[in-house]
């Protein structure tokens, strides 16, 4: 069964810091694309990250670009995405989806249940 | 940056049918746009529907189906369940820095 599972939200002072993890089971996670989307509360879904299959290449959408670093550990089946300097407007509900990547598809699948981060003082 | 739009909110009657539609400020939608669908229900996680324009995951139910439609992706449900209240969104690949851009997504109403 394919899980993912995360975890590390929390409550942070706006400046703060804090590192999600998303712990994959049941698939090889070494074929997957992983990405970080996020939600904040009552708003719509907002992609924020992806790494590849090795972890060496990654992008960012714009509004986290230079505060946010994605990146896996494949021995460990997991991904990570630690959060610098963080501000009011990041808070929100971070989850991890998995994304098989083709010539002609891109196939996304299963997604974490998520993980709560509310950036508050 | 590209910004993807959805219509807002839409109402249907059980057993009905109805198209959501997914557009991109860049000009039509293609296939090299790989649209993929979700539906996410109160206080649930997203879960996908539909992905690269037409493509059903194995737990997609029949009444679902995605196409494009006047340049837009689109998602139709055909025999409306209560069930299929919930929100809506598409994801459009728009290439380089912009790998993933959702749409604002759409409120179903099933009433």
């Known amino acids: 069964e394919v899980q993912l599972v995360e975890s590390g939200g929390g409550l942070v002072q706006p400046g703060g810091s804090l590192r999600l993890s998303c712990a994959a089971s049941g698939f090889t996670f070494t074929t997957y694309w992983m990405h970080w989307v996020r939600q904040a509360p009552g708003k719509g879904l907002v992609w924020v990250s992806r790494?590849?299959?090795?972890?060496?290449?990654?992008n960012y959408a714009d509004s986290v670009k230079g505060r946010f670093t994605i990146s896996r550990d494949n021995a460990k089946n997991t991904l990570y995405l630690q959060m610098n300097s963080l501000r009011v407007e990041d808070t929100a509900v971070y989850y991890c989806?998995?994304?098989?990547?083709?010539?002609?598809?891109?196939?996304?699948?299963?997604w974490g249940q998520g993980t709560l981060v509310t950036v508050s003082s | 940056q590209t910004v993807v739009t959805q219509e807002p909110s839409l109402t249907v009657s059980p057993g009905g049918t109805v198209t959501l539609t997914c557009a991109s400020s860049t000009g039509a939608v293609t296939s090299g746009y790989y649209p993929n669908w979700f539906q996410q229900k109160p206080g649930q996680a997203p879960r996908a529907l539909i992905y690269s324009i037409t493509n059903k995951h194995s737990w997609t139910p029949a009444r679902f189906s995605g196409s494009l439609l006047g340049g837009k992706a689109a998602l139709t449900l055909s025999g409306v369940q209560p069930e299929d209240e919930a929100d809506y969104y598409c994801?459009?690949?728009?290439?380089?820095?912009?790998?993933?851009?959702f749409g604002g997504g759409t409120k179903l109403t099933v009433l």
């Open positions: 790494v590849n299959e090795d972890g060496s290449i990654t």
């Open positions: 994801l459009l690949y728009c290439g380089g820095a912009q790998p993933g851009v």
């Open positions: 989806a998995r994304v098989r990547v083709g010539g002609d598809y891109s196939l996304w699948d299963y």
